[in-house]
């Protein structure tokens, strides 16, 4: 089993920052990704940022120069840093990760851009 839990949600401004962690832990997995989604009300969970243990990642393109995605060294931390954020970043965001055991998501947390 494994399990993954976000931290880091809140409230900001526009033009602000916030800084999302995700800690995954179980035992004996292998992990090949990490990545960062999100759902808005009404709308269908996206698809933010991911990290392949291989070397690639991917943004959706609005959050392209804004948002980096960076997993630790031993990949079982990764983190969403967002920037210039947006009214329309407002989302509940999920971290997840796909490792040998299967596809894992955390419970999600709640990030709201608003002045």
């Known amino acids: 089993q494994v399990w993954l839990a976000e931290s880091g949600g809140g409230l900001a401004q526009p033009g602000g920052s916030l800084r999302l962690s995700c800690a995954v832990s179980?035992?004996?997995?292998?992990?090949?990704?990490v990545a960062w989604y999100r759902q808005a009300p009404g709308k269908q969970r996206e698809l933010v940022a991911q990290?392949?243990?291989?070397?690639?990642?991917i943004y959706d393109p609005s959050v392209v120069g804004r948002f980096t995605i960076s997993p630790d060294s031993a990949w079982n931390t990764f983190h969403l840093q967002m920037n210039d954020l947006k009214p329309e970043d407002t989302a509940v965001y999920y971290c997840?990760?796909?490792?040998?055991?299967?596809?894992?998501w955390g419970p999600g947390t709640q990030v709201t851009v608003s002045s």
């Open positions: 990290s392949a243990v291989r070397g690639s990642t």
């Open positions: 997840q990760s796909d490792t040998d055991m299967g596809s894992y």
């Open positions: 179980g035992s004996r997995f292998t992990i090949s990704s």
